[in-house]
Nanobody, 115 residues
Framework: QVQLVESGGGLVQAGGSMRLSCAVS????????MGWYRQAPGKQRESVTT???????NYADFVKGRFTISRDNAKNTVYLQMNSLKPEDTAVYYC?????????WGLGTQVTVSS
């Protein structure tokens, strides 16, 4: 089992920055990919960014150049640095872990960007 706990959400003005954290615990060995997803009201959950165990990253087009995913293996934490935030970035952000096909989710953290 893997447990994921997100933190760092809140309210920010458009153009501002915010950093989300995802604390990972449990059987963290063999986690292949970590990622951040988001779900806005009335919309489907969508992938924002992922990072592999080897450090390879992938970003959705709508966040490229603005968001950065990183991981601190010593702290078992994955981060999402969000810059130049837009009102359309408002959503619940979820941390995700893929452990050889078994998917784990955190409970999510709300990010609200005011215009």
């Amino acid at each position: 089992q893997v447990q994921l706990v997100e933190s760092g959400g809140g309210l920010v003005q458009a153009g501002g920055s915010m950093r989300l954290s995802c604390a990972v615990s449990g059987s963290i060995f063999s986690i292949v990919v970590m990622g951040w997803y988001r779900q806005a009201p009335g919309k489907q959950r969508e992938s924002v960014t992922t990072i592999t165990s080897g450090g390879r990253t992938n970003y959705a087009d709508f966040v490229k150049g603005r968001f950065t995913i990183s991981r601190d293996n010593a702290k078992n934490t994955v981060y999402l640095q969000m810059n130049s935030l837009k009102p359309e970035d408002t959503a619940v952000y979820y941390c995700n872990a893929n452990q050889w096909g078994t998917i784990y989710w955190g409970l999510g953290t709300q990010v609200t960007v005011s215009s």
